[in-house]
Nanobody, 127 residues
Framework: QLQLVESGGGLVQPGGSLNLSCTTS????????VGWFRQAPGQEREWLSC????????KYVDSVKGRFTISRDNAKNTVYLQMNSLKPEDTAIYYC????????????????????WGQGTQVTVSS
C-alpha cells in the first residue's frame, strides 16, 4: 500500500524556521514527482511547491518564493520542505502528495494530477 507520511510540523515564532519531511512507504519515489500543499482553516487547499523526479526542476507559488525550498533524497524516499522566515499567514496543515511520471524534469502545480496524499502535519506560526 502506498503511503506518505509528513513530519516536522509544530509551533514556531514569526521569523522562525521549520523543515518538513515527507517519507514514503510501500513504493520508491524514483518515478514520482512530489508536491507540497497546505490548507488553512476555512480556506481552500493551496499548492505551494513541487519537485520533479530527478530534482532538476522545482516550482513555487509566489507567496513562498525565496522563503521555502523543496528538495528530495530518493535514496531515503524522502522529500523535504525547508521553510524560513515564517509568517502567521503560513499557519495551516501541510500535505505532501505525489504522482507517477516518466517525464523526469517537470512537475506540475495542478492538484488534480496528484494521486497519493499524506495525512498532513500542522504548522502554527505565532508569538
Amino acid at each position: 500500500q502506498l503511503q506518505l507520511v509528513e513530519s516536522g510540523g509544530g509551533l514556531v515564532q514569526p521569523g522562525g524556521s521549520l523543515n518538513l519531511s515527507c517519507t514514503t512507504s510501500g513504493f520508491s519515489l524514483d518515478n514520482y514527482a512530489v508536491g507540497w500543499f497546505r490548507q488553512a482553516p476555512g480556506q481552500e487547499r493551496e499548492w505551494l511547491s513541487c519537485i520533479s523526479t530527478n530534482a532538476v526542476s522545482s516550482k513555487y507559488v509566489d507567496s513562498v518564493k525565496g522563503r521555502f525550498t523543496i528538495s528530495r533524497d530518493n535514496a531515503k524516499n524522502t522529500v523535504y520542505l525547508q521553510m524560513n522566515s515564517l509568517k502567521p499567514e503560513d499557519t495551516a496543515i501541510y500535505y505532501c502528495s505525489t504522482y507517477r511520471t516518466f517525464v523526469n524534469d517537470i512537475c506540475v502545480s495542478k492538484d488534480t494530477r496528484y494521486n497519493y496524499w499524506g495525512q498532513g502535519t500542522q504548522v502554527t506560526v505565532s508569538s
